[in-house]
Nanobody, 113 residues
Framework: QVQLVESGGGLVQPGGALRLSCAASGSIFGFYGMGWYRQAPGKQRELVAIPSSGGSISYGDSVKGRFTISRDKNTVYLQMNSLKPEDTAVYYC?????????WGQGTQVTVSS
């Protein structure tokens, strides 16, 4: 079994910053890509940041220039700066082996004054 556990969510003020973490563990081997999605209440799930085939990172249009993804072995991070109320959502970590895609349970980020 594969587990993805997100952490670092919480309540922040507009203009603030937050760093999310996600650690993968269990029966996952070899290369796997890790990324982030989010889903706000009443909205569809949307891309936040994922690695692309060319070695670059694909960011959602709404977060470009503000969010940065990074990775250290089995842990992926999402640095979120200049947060806006519209960034409020549940943030999900993913791991993609090329055969299977695994999802974390999500961590809540709320941006409000």
């Amino acid at each position: 079994q594969v587990q993805l556990v997100e952490s670092g969510g919480g309540l922040v003020q507009p203009g603030g910053a937050l760093r999310l973490s996600c650690a993968a563990s269990g029966s996952i081997f070899g290369f796997y890509g890790m990324g982030w999605y989010r889903q706000a209440p009443g909205k569809q799930r949307e891309l936040v940041a994922i690695p692309s085939s060319g070695g670059s990172i694909s960011y959602g249009d709404s977060v470009k220039g503000r969010f940065t993804i990074s990775r250290d072995k089995n842990t992926v991070y999402l640095q979120m700066n200049s947060l806006k109320p519209e960034d409020t959502a549940v943030y999900y970590c993913t791991a993609d082996t090329g055969r299977d895609i695994y999802w974390g349970q999500g961590t809540q980020v709320t941006v409000s004054s």
